[in-house]
Each structure stands twice: as C-alpha cells, then as structure tokens.
C-alpha cells in the first residue's frame, strides 16, 4: 500500500511527462515541487504547495499527464499522476492528484550517464598495487605499465562522472579494482586516459547468456580528472545531435 512506502512531509515533485532520462532532462521539466500532506488512497493524495515563492496559482493542468516523483527518507519512488483539483486554507494551496500507474522505486544518481562505446584496456590489480598507482604521476605510471601484465580491450556501455559499464565474457567479482585505460580519441589530443576503478557490480545479464554486466566507480581520482570525463560525456552527447 501507498502509505506504507512514504509519509506525510514527503517531498513531491511534479515534472513534464515529455523528458530525457537524466538529471539535466528533469530539471529542465519540472513544474513545481510540493510536500506530501495526506495519502487519500492508493490512488490518490493530496500535496500541499508551502514554498515561499507560491503565490497560490498552480501551474498544474487538468487532463495532462505528469510525472510524479516522492522522496521518502532516502528512497525515490516514481509514476504517473493527473492533476484534479486545488484548494486554499492556512495561506497555503492544497492540489489532489490521482495516481494512474504502479509505483516503482527508482534509482538516485549523481552523475548523468552517457552511452559510450569507445575500446578501453583493462587489467585486475592487487589491492596493495592501488595505493601505488593512485599517488604516481601519469608519466610515471606510463612508464610502470610494461610491469602491469594481462590487460584485455573491451568495449564501454557508458560512461559518467561516477564510474564506467561495460560487459564481458568474463565474470569479475565485485570489490575487484581494476586498471583501466580510456580512449578519448576524437575528443581530444590525449588519447589514453588511465583510471583506477572498484567493480560495484557484476552479474549475468537476464536475456543473454554467459555475458557479464560489469559496473564500476571510480577509485582516487582528482575533480580535474571527473570534470575531464564528464566533458567528454557532454561532448559524446553532442555527437548525437
């Protein structure tokens, strides 16, 4: 049942219903941002708009279909709601909403994924060999690299500012850290750019057999070096266009 999964107070934010998956997408979608003030019924609730720059209009339209999301604690629980009716008491505005598909909870993420499917090298290291890396400088790992041995290419999912996808024949077991080398080739000059990253995640895929689904966060890396990677993101974001 709905009121078993949020409370009253949740933060509720209405978006349009047309957006691209991704913070920016959202953001850019949203109408207003409300607090949960009652769960009528599993179908239904009411939210009251208290912000400070409410001026008691809503921006809300009958008969159009918006996106729903209701932050509970710190789960996200998303679907699909029709606006029906507003009302005002307290200096406040109260609007109902009817909720018109199953609740599901969704994932927070922090940094935009991006599908990427560039080659990439990489190699399963020793925890104690992390430490030592992480604190070389570039030109001096390059060097040590002849001493790193059993690298294997594969080819990137996606890619963000919080880690890498990719999948594989080969099952690598979570809380591995592995050498990666990244191809920026076409983004800029500096093809190859190293990366020490934590496998977060790795299990069969569903539809397909024996291919692995590996997902991993990045493990010592500088702000300089995420906003690099999030800036080739963007730029493999514009290639779509």
């Not at 050498?179 to 539809?207: D, H, Q, R, T």
Request: aromatic share 12%.
């Amino acid at each position: 049942m709905l009121e078993e999964l949020v409370s009253n107070e949740s933060k509720v934010i209405f978006y349009k219903c047309l957006f691209q998956p991704g913070e920016y997408g959202m953001e850019k979608n949203k109408v207003c941002s409300c607090h949960l003030h009652k769960v009528i019924s599993d179908s239904e609730i009411m939210v009251i708009d208290d912000s400070e720059d409410s001026d008691g209009r809503t921006l809300l339209k009958k008969h159009e279909c918006y996106i729903l999301d209701i932050y509970n604690l710190n789960k996200v629980y998303r679907c699909n709601a029709y606006y029906i009716s507003s009302s005002s008491g307290d200096g406040y505005c109260y609007y109902t909403a009817r909720i018109v598909s199953p609740v599901q909870k969704v994932q927070r993420r922090r940094y935009q994924r991006y599908p990427c499917h560039s080659l990439f090298a990489y190699t399963v290291l020793e925890k104690t060999q992390v430490h030592d890396i992480i604190n070389k400088e570039w030109e001096d790992v390059k060097k040590s690299l002849s001493g790193i041995k059993g690298f294997k290419q594969e080819a990137l999912s996606d890619i963000s500012g919080g880690g890498l996808r990719f999948t594989s024949h080969q099952m690598i077991g979570k809380g591995e850290y592995l050498f990666c080398v990244l191809n920026f080739g076409g983004y800029n000059s500096k093809k190859a750019f190293p990366v020490i990253c934590e496998v977060v995640y790795s299990g069969e895929m569903a539809n397909i057999k024996d291919i692995f689904d590996i997902r991993l966060k990045y493990v010592g890396i500088t702000e300089q070096q995420r906003e690099q990677i999030i800036n080739f993101g963007f730029w493999l974001e514009r290639q779509r266009i």
